[in-house]
């Protein structure tokens, strides 16, 4: 897969489309194109920023290109480029994504969008089933009440973790995959979808590119987002706040089926 799975999102973005702003913020980083916004998660590290072109006025498809950077930073912005084009609603309602209503809920509310909790009836009927979760997502030890759990993570903080290296080892036995999105900005992605490519695999988080050419390269089920409030995005990736689900950003899922 290597490349091809990034090159083909990047040659997606009409040519023509142009950045009119982007930052790249503590937690959370946007840009703002012709198309809309589009979102993700800051990733750092990785090899030392070398870009110093002011995207602002430059074609999304520029920028999108930084998605293959390996600075994590260059490729958080890219990410973030490629949300721009593929998060609108114009493109994903007729694929039949399916959005969650605005809404604001106490911090610590499982949200109705929730995939974690979208996917649950499939792996109950499965029966003792074996969920690797890459990535420590809040309430992710729910799962281990009603399957086998295996938490991938880099900085092990849990007793539920197991560095991700073992992912060689535990992902060919998957029933159930869910992978950050920041998988695609850090670049493991393709070679994690390999190795689940027997599992059924869901792609999680705001940094997930809602774009169907995934379900190509063995995903079921896109469960990212996309943004309801410009203003209050700006608001939180420029003051390092919290990114509001169901009023900043909306949970948005999208299946193969």
Not at 20 to 28: A, Q, R, T, V
Not at 36 to 53: L, M
Not at 153 to 182: H, I, K, Q, W
């Amino acid at each position: 897969m290597t490349w091809r799975l990034y090159d083909a999102l990047i040659e997606g973005i009409p040519g023509d489309v142009l950045v009119k702003d982007y930052c790249l913020g503590i937690g959370w980083s946007y840009v703002e194109a012709e198309s809309g916004c589009g979102v993700s998660y800051t990733c750092r590290g990785g090899a030392r920023n070398s870009e110093e072109r002011d995207f602002r006025g430059l074609p999304l498809r520029e920028m999108a290109e930084l998605a293959k950077s390996w600075s994590f930073e260059e490729a958080t912005l890219g990410t973030a480029a490629l949300n721009a084009w593929y998060g609108q609603r114009k493109l994903l309602d007729p694929l039949g994504a399916e959005y969650e209503e605005r809404e604001e809920l106490p911090d610590g509310s499982i949200r109705k969008m929730d995939a974690f909790e979208l996917v649950r009836p499939r792996i109950e009927a499965k029966g003792d089933a074996h969920v690797v979760v890459i990535g420590h997502f809040p309430h992710v030890d729910r799962i281990a009440e009603y399957a086998r759990l295996t938490v991938l993570e880099r900085n092990c903080r849990s007793e539920l973790d197991t560095p991700d290296p073992a992912c060689e080892y535990v992902l060919p036995e998957a029933d159930f995959a869910f992978m950050t999105g920041v998988t695609f900005e850090n670049k493991t992605a393709p070679r994690l979808l390999e190795l689940a490519r027997n599992a059924y695999v869901t792609l999680v988080g705001p940094s997930v590119v809602m774009s169907p050419m995934l379900f190509e390269h063995g995903v079921n089920m896109l469960a990212g987002s996309v943004v309801g409030d410009v203003e209050r995005v700006r608001r939180a990736v420029k003051s390092g706040g919290t990114m509001r689900f169901g009023s900043a950003l909306l949970m948005t899922r999208l299946c193969r089926e």
